[in-house]
């Protein structure tokens, strides 16, 4: 530094002013990192904020759901109760239930079509027709896994209900054809109540036939050996038919063929000739039987209201149906709970059908069916198959239900639909047969054309 210029300690130095401003700078910048750190959190948490909390204000809070549920012959004290029980678990999905009695006002399948109920009860018969009409929603595997299906139902439901990999719907019940038994009438022939061949009956020789008790005078029946042989007064006549059919190796959906003609031959001769055991002349079946005028029924298990509302006091067993030597199969018969299509709610009804189907659920319900008639539905679960054992009409059936099959000619469902149409062909066959108008091979050949009418304007 020059000696001769004069120091002012007051003014600043270049480096003073140069460490100021450094200082300054800094400061500045700490602050502005600090601002912006603040401003991101603030930020952040506001984006949180409004993910979290603000959807929350445009919710609809503690929507109702109403769902309409269409029955078939329940008591409606029973799922009434079963629906409060839902509700309590559900409050904000509201099951309305109506029962449809399909006998009086029948066009069932089309009312469904027309009026959409969310959730809806159908004869395992109409899989096909109901499918085709586009009225049933598949099963979500949830639900699927939930309910057991795959691993507590028997074969017979898993092969109508499960339709190219999905699951179509869900019953509450099963129910198999049965033989029913007049322990009165066999004692006096001196015959054991049991399970036998088709032979058994159909021989010469045959025990059973001496049954028949037929007017010295007349050769009128008065007493029969077992109902076959006709349609038009032999109740689930259609069912038999599919028996003999199945238990011949014959799939009803395809009933052709000479095992067919053998079987329709064979169900025809029982009401022909001289050595006949059934005729026109005769009440229905069920009503004989009742009336203890027939030793041998063909029936389910809902039958048997029926006939100890006519004769409380008629003395009867029941065992399973006759069988030929390595096929004991039967036929099955039962109500199916399904989910419409069309519903705008399938989540929440199939959440009650998750609900109606559970085990607790299913033997609540035998109970309080069980006070209000001589028992409940027999349980569509193999595992519940014991909770039945000790009662000794009902057992039966289900006993059977490992072994049985279904078939599009069935009998008692009201639906005046396609079922109704099949029934009236293979009516027709067995008339015609019965009456001798035509051939085994033509009555089979113009009942399978019949079939594929039927069928073919669901074909894809």
Request: hydrophobic share 40%.
């Amino acid at each position: 530094m020059d000696e001769n210029i004069p120091q002012n300690p007051d003014y600043p130095t270049l480096e003073a002013e140069e460490s100021e401003a450094d200082g300054n700078y800094n400061k500045k910048k700490i602050i502005s990192i600090v601002i912006g750190g603040v401003i991101v959190v603030f930020l952040l948490i506001l984006v949180i904020a409004l993910i979290l909390i603000l959807p929350k204000f445009f919710q609809k809070k503690n929507e109702k759901v109403e769902l309409t549920y269409w029955g078939v012959w329940e008591n409606s004290a029973v799922i009434s109760e079963v629906i409060q029980d839902f509700t309590k678990e559900h409050p904000d999905i509201k099951i309305k239930y109506e029962d449809q009695n399909i006998k009086v006002i029948g066009k069932y399948i089309d009312r469904i079509s027309a009026q959409s109920p969310d959730i809806y009860r159908y004869h395992n018969s109409w899989v096909t027709e109901l499918l085709g009409r586009g009225l049933l929603a598949p099963f979500p595997q949830d639900v699927v896994k939930t309910t057991e299906l795959e691993i507590q139902y028997y074969d017979v439901i898993k092969k109508d209900l499960k339709i190219k990999g999905a699951y179509y719907g869900i019953p509450l019940g099963i129910d198999t054809l049965a033989l029913f038994i007049n322990t009165k009438l066999f004692q006096a022939a001196g015959l054991t109540p049991q399970s036998m061949l088709w032979e058994d009956l159909f021989r010469e020789q045959s025990p059973y036939l001496p049954m028949t008790v037929r007017d010295g005078t007349t050769g009128k029946i008065s007493t029969s050996t077992i109902a076959l042989g006709r349609i038009d007064n032999i109740a689930h006549a259609t069912d038999i038919i599919s028996l003999l059919l199945v238990q011949s190796g014959v799939s009803p959906m395809k009933p052709d063929g000479q095992n067919t003609q053998r079987a329709l031959t064979f169900y025809t001769t029982f009401a022909k000739g001289d050595t006949k055991v059934w005729d026109e002349t005769l009440d229905n079946s069920k009503l004989a039987f009742a009336k203890g005028n027939l030793a041998m029924f063909f029936g389910y298990s809902w039958d048997i209201f029926e006939i100890k509302a006519v004769n409380p006091n008629l003395e009867f067993t029941v065992v399973p149906v006759p069988y030929v030597p390595g096929n004991k199969k039967t036929i099955a018969s039962y109500w199916v709970e399904g989910v419409s299509s069309k519903t705008k709610h399938q989540k929440e009804a199939f959440e009650f059908l998750k609900f109606l189907t559970k085990r607790e659920t299913l033997e609540k319900m035998y109970a309080k069916e069980s006070k209000l008639r001589l028992f409940g539905e027999p349980y569509p679960r193999i595992d519940m198959a014991e909770l039945l054992k000790d009662n000794l009409l009902i057992y039966p059936f289900v006993q059977q239900a490992k072994n049985a099959e279904s078939t599009i000619f069935s009998s008692d469902t009201y639906d005046d639909a396609d079922i109704s149409v099949l029934n009236g062909y293979l009516g027709d066959a067995v008339t015609s047969l019965l009456n001798g108008n035509t051939s085994p091979d033509t009555a089979v050949s113009k009942l399978n054309e019949g079939v594929n009418s039927v069928f073919g304007k669901y074909a894809k």
